[in-house]
């Protein structure tokens, strides 16, 4: 996607002469005013039109899901994966970028935007300042400038575990989930309809318990919103990758 501004009032394009812009998916050199090369950009495979509330399994944890509605851009693969796999060293801000205009045109869809803020999924602490950097928030950044609603952080944190949730089988994951995540703030949310963020959505337990505890604080919708979502047509994605639990653990 190309970006309406002048040439010589971008400051993109001069740091663009000493730091060639690059593709996040393949490092390719591209236009400083492009945020994916074209071939990428049409190898990107979009889900269309399926609920998440249908492949939520209800079945594993016994009860409907807490958040209202969910929206994924992409499946976890090929490009995509990519892309997202470059928001761990910062090469992905771009797909990031990238990815709120889309979801912007989803989430419009039966009043999906009708927000009043926006956070996200947390990473744990000690991980955030190794790393200076969290994917999940630089999505819910993007997203907040792209729609004007109010991005507020740590309303959510993460506690480490001694067993990384990509180590653990659906059921545990579950139950992990609910010792993970825990309220940080003392920020009332009543009545609010919140955005929640997230890069990948797996198998719903993060996204499942992060909105009931945002649920807890008074908000009256959660919608999740991530940039790709497993493949759950095949088995190639049930295991191995690098999925948002094994991003937060590392």
Not at 4 to 11: D, K, Q, T, V, Y
Not at 90 to 107: N, Q, S
Not at 195 to 216: E, P, Q, W
Request: charge should be neutral; aromatic fraction near 8%; hydrophobic fraction near 35%.
């Amino acid at each position: 996607m190309t970006l309406n501004r002048p040439r010589f009032l971008c400051s993109d394009f001069f740091l663009d002469l000493i730091y060639p812009t690059r593709c996040p998916a393949c490092m390719r050199v591209i236009g400083w005013d492009m945020q994916l090369c074209g071939e990428c950009e049409s190898g990107l495979e979009y889900i269309e039109g399926v609920p998440w509330q249908a492949i939520f399994p209800e079945e594993i944890n016994g009860e409907a899901p807490s958040f209202d509605r969910a929206e994924a851009l992409f499946y976890y693969s090929g490009t995509a994966r990519d892309a997202v796999l470059s928001l761990k060293n910062r090469r992905g801000v771009r797909f990031a970028d990238y990815a709120a205009k889309r979801i912007v045109e989803k989430l419009a869809v039966d009043d999906g935007d009708d927000a009043d803020i926006i956070t996200s999924v947390p990473m744990h602490r000690s991980k955030k300042r190794k790393r200076g950097y969290d994917q999940a928030e630089v999505f819910a950044r993007a997203l907040s400038r792209e729609t004007g609603i109010e991005y507020v952080p740590d309303l959510l944190a993460h506690r480490k575990n001694k067993v990384a949730q990509h180590e653990l089988g659906m059921e545990e994951r579950f139950t992990s989930a609910d010792t993970t995540y825990h309220i940080n703030s003392g920020t009332s949310l009543k009545g609010r309809r919140v955005i929640l963020c997230d890069d990948i959505f797996t198998t719903g337990a993060t996204a499942n318990v992060c909105s009931r505890l945002l649920k807890d604080m008074g908000a009256e919708k959660v919608t999740v919103a991530a940039i790709c979502r497993t493949d759950n047509r095949s088995d190639k994605n049930k295991s191995g990758g690098d999925t948002s639990a094994e991003r937060r653990e590392g």
